[in-house]
């Protein structure tokens, strides 16, 4: 047995639902990783990159074309997250990724981003089905995990807010789509998520200062 058949490979059912190995694994790390970025830890993007390495195994074996496309994508942002943090300016009391809010200019970058960006794969999996049986919700999460990435690339704390409203449609999306411990770790993504918002949000008023140097406005 090849090492993505044992991946895509029943761990085991749940209430009917079947769990299989690599949305458990890919999931799991997803978890750790998102732990790593409330501690402002470089950490988290690595563990991001494994986990959508992992998560590519999960969507083939529910023939997920554009989750696949989702996990490729987030792969990519991790690599330049990754870069980005490791030479970032870090906070001097506990050496981890200063955070900052970003300014309103960033912010319309961010909304716009989204609705262009949810457009446009929308209506690419609208116009070839074969890539998503739900077109809408699935471009909505794409291009909101790449926003979310983004700007916790830049150490922004809207990257938190991102999330939330990820979550608030993953969560059904995953339970419908078959993959129902992405569902189940998306509530706690939620979760998470809320405890992290907090946390960056106090440490953002400490100082008032760019989270990188030499970072653009």
């Not at 639902?17 to 890919?26: A, F, K, L, R, V």
């Not at 959508?52 to 023939?63: D, E, H, I, Q």
């Not at 309103?104 to 089905?129: D, I, K, Q, S």
């Amino acid at each position: 047995m090849s090492a993505v058949s044992w991946l895509n490979s029943e761990a085991f059912s749940v209430l009917g639902q079947h769990i299989i190995w690599s949305d458990m694994i890919g999931n799991t790390i997803g978890l750790i990783a998102l732990a790593l970025g409330w501690k402002r830890s470089v950490w988290t993007w690595p563990a991001q990159l494994l986990s959508g390495l992992v998560l590519v195994a999960a969507n083939l074996s529910v023939n997920q074309a554009g989750g696949v496309g989702k996990q490729m994508v987030v792969i990519a942002v991790a690599v330049w997250g990754w870069q980005r943090w490791s030479r970032g300016r870090r906070d001097a009391q506990d050496g981890s990724i200063a955070v900052r809010f970003a300014t309103w200019r960033e912010r319309g970058y961010l909304v716009a981003g989204a609705a262009l960006g949810t457009l446009a794969v929308g209506g690419l999996f609208t116009a070839f089905p074969e890539l998503s049986w739900s077109p809408w919700a699935d471009a909505y999460i794409f291009v909101g995990t790449v926003v979310a990435m983004v700007a916790q690339a830049r150490g922004m704390v809207e990257f938190w807010f991102a999330w939330l409203l990820v979550d608030l449609v993953g969560v059904p999306l995953n339970f419908a789509g078959g993959l129902a411990f992405s569902g189940l770790v998306y509530v706690v993504y939620g979760a998470l998520v809320l405890w992290g918002m907090r946390d960056w949000w106090l440490r953002s008023r400490e100082g008032a200062r760019p989270a990188f140097e030499g970072a653009p406005a």
